[in-house]
């Protein structure tokens, strides 16, 4: 790959809410000049003051005809890299990079046997128990006949489907068997399911980049200000250090010889005192810009990564940062904040929301309308 002073990269998957947090990491540098393409006409960073070109591209009808798509667009922009966000976009890419006359152009994932490990949470459930890797106690149920073998587990448990859902989705906590059985007859299967026996803590993150199992820039971030749902993305995130944490997320990654980026989800035990890996998203993730102010901007380092430029990642500072919905809620627990502008100038997203605020006003009345085919999500 050339190195150029400005470096064109393609943003195949422009129509996910990831691209919205993925660009504005990489607006903090001019050398990057971003190519969006997305399968849906309007879509909040079609307006982004930093996208140089935005190409409305219809659903291809099969995957061939997706791989002519990114190769004549690498052709036309002259195209240097390649940068998919979302969990769709990126298993897409490894799983047909073979066909792509620019797949040296990619950036470093790993393979698709790994991807799909990690984004299968039964499959992962069974690399951490072939592991030893510390997690919930588990089983699978994937057929209505199968509910009786959560009498295995202790309860309260919880239960998500193993694959197709983020954000939160679908993910539900149930006291007794009798609860437990009724949610299934009264709604929809959503395929196999994982259960796990229910785990008295709190959640913590830790974002990676990692080449070969080596992981060369992390973050560690706890929620403090909740979302929709216990379940749901945190709407502001303090950044730590925990070593223990980072010693189970590092024979993870060890063990699953990763390459490329990744957000860990994890629990702590406040029973056994440890750190229990819950699931990965193989993918960018909604709290980048969080990671940012952290001093990790992880589409950069990326970038270098894949290209093999050397790099020593920063320390991650010790700071609490504020989404905007996280603003809102702390001025309503707050009103004083309003006029503590280094605070909301430094720490929180309003920063971003002042240089670039079309995309976020319109992804704003897209979803107060309704429109749900102008923002596409988690789910590809």
Sequence with gaps: M??????SLL??????????????????SKQYKIYLISSLEYTPMRFSRYVDHFSYVPKPKNDDAWVTI???????HDIDFIMPVSE???????????????????????????FDTANNKALLS?????????????????????????????FPIISKPTVGYGGGNHIHVFQDMAAFKNHFKTNT???????????????IDCSVLCKHGEILAYTIQKGVVNGTSDFAPAYAHVFLQKPK?????????????????????????????DFKVIEINPRYWLSLEASLHAGINFPD????????????????????????????????????????????????????????????????????????????????
């Design 126 to 154: 069974h690399h951490l128990n072939t592991h030893k890797i510390p997690h919930p106690k588990s089983c699978l149920v994937s057929h209505m006949s199968e509910l009786d073998t959560v009498k295995a587990l202790h």
């Design 245 to 273: 944490l980072f010693a189970v997320v590092q024979k993870l990654m060890k063990t699953l010889n990763w390459s490329g980026i990744a957000h860990v989800d994890l629990r702590f035990d406040v029973n056994t005192q």
């Design 189 to 203: 299967f959503l395929g196999t399911h994982i259960i796990q026996e229910y785990i008295v803590g709190y959640d």
């Design 2 to 7: 050339k190195k150029k002073d400005v470096i």
């Design 11 to 28: 943003i195949p998957d422009g129509e996910n809410l990831l691209a919205i947090p993925v660009i504005n990491c990489l607006s903090t």
């Design 70 to 76: 990114i190769d004549k667009a690498v052709e036309a």
């Design 301 to 380: 380092l990326h970038y270098k990564l894949s290209i093999g430029q050397a790099f020593t990642a920063p320390e991650c500072n010790a700071s609490t940062y504020y989404s905007l919905t996280g603003i809102k809620l702390k001025v309503k627990q707050e009103k004083g904040v309003l006029f503590k502008w280094t605070f909301l100038k430094t720490d929180t997203a309003l920063k971003f929301f002042i240089k670039d605020p079309i995309p976020v006003i319109y992804k704003f009345f897209a979803l107060r309308l309704g429109n749900s085919n102008s923002v596409h999500n988690f789910e590809d």
């Design 88 to 114: 769709g976009g990126i298993r897409k890419f490894i799983a047909h990079k073979h066909q792509l006359k620019a797949s040296e152009k990619l950036m470093l994932v790993t393979d698709l046997a790994t």
